[in-house]
């Protein structure tokens, strides 16, 4: 692993071409937090960009078990950063972490040059930080608008005696939260299902439909885990274009998964875990051929 070889590695898996290109739709701005850096041009993500999200030196451990090792990532405003690593690595407990989910046993996670609260995801949604969970969590028996309507409870909030004299100030939130919640249904391709209960849906579908009720927050940075899983090939290139459209439209987008072929065609940068430790950082092509990488996913004798 440490000696330079003689030839170049191969890569990990082949690119994935280029999916056509789904019917346009208006786009979306997708970010409403104010003093972050969104709706950042996509052609801007790159070197020179300005990190939005940092974690620095993040540890975690379970009893004797140590999840995580010191790990630090910088997500650049306008990228699809990539998070991977053979099961067990880490990848899940440091998306818990980043989301506030899970309280680091040291280190920190910066949002825009502020720090976050350490376990407190509620904390971290107001700031600007959104999320998918890898098992489904939507309310089955609510219909698609309903699930979507509750993304938006920050923007509908008002105290009880305004609700029970469903004064004007109410009526006129409710509307703007339902239109923007059929507006985000239309965005991920789903308003012709606003008003089937959620249980009805596809996986697909119920897969989309989460990814519009966490842009309801209007964050800054979308965290999806594992979005593509239990996906056929056609619901995956539907996706990446999803993806890529909401990076577009200004919102940087962290980005679990496991199929290869979407990582390697969908990441501006990834950064690579294996037993709870960053062993590589860089672009697909920089990572495919990561002597480290390959060590970790396929053994020793396939790195040289």
Do not use: W
Request: net charge positive; proline share 5%; charged share 25%.
């Amino acid at each position: 692993m440490n000696s330079t070889p003689t030839a170049p590695a191969a890569p990990l898996t082949p690119g994935l071409s280029a999916a056509k290109d789904t019917p346009s739709r208006t786009p979306l701005r997708t970010s409403t937090h104010t003093g972050t850096p969104a709706n950042i041009d996509a052609a801007s993500a790159g070197p020179t960009a300005p990190p939005l999200f940092e974690a620095i030196d993040v540890s975690r451990r379970f009893g004797g078990v140590i999840a995580l090792d010191a790990v630090s990532i910088t997500i650049r405003s306008g990228e699809i950063y990539g998070l991977i690593g053979p099961n067990g690595a880490g990848k899940t407990t440091l998306f818990d972490v980043l989301t506030g989910v899970q309280r680091a046993d040291h280190g920190s996670c910066r949002l825009a040059g502020r720090e976050l609260p350490r376990g407190r995801p509620d904390h971290v949604l107001a700031a600007g930080i959104a999320r998918t969970f890898q098992n489904i969590r939507l309310f089955g028996e609510l219909d698609a608008r309903e699930n979507v309507l509750i993304g938006l409870h920050r923007q509908t909030h008002a105290s009880m005696l305004a609700q029970l004299l469903r004064t004007r100030a109410v009526t006129r939130r409710e509307s703007a939260a339902r239109a923007r919640a059929q507006t985000l249904l239309d965005y991920v391709g789903l308003a012709h299902l606003a008003d089937r209960v959620a249980n009805s849906l596809s996986y697909g579908d119920r897969r989309r439909l989460e990814i519009a009720r966490a842009l309801a927050s209007g964050p800054c940075l979308l965290a999806l885990d594992e979005p593509a899983a239990g996906m056929n090939a056609t619901e995956t290139r539907a996706l990446a274009e999803l993806i890529r459209r909401i990076r577009d439209d200004g919102t940087t987008v962290l980005l679990i998964e496991h199929d290869m072929r979407l990582v390697m065609s969908l990441c501006d940068r990834i950064a690579v875990l294996d037993s709870g430790r960053k062993i590589a950082e860089g672009n697909p092509d920089e990572v495919r051929t990561n002597e480290a990488v390959i060590e970790a996913y396929l053994g020793r004798r396939h790195a040289h």
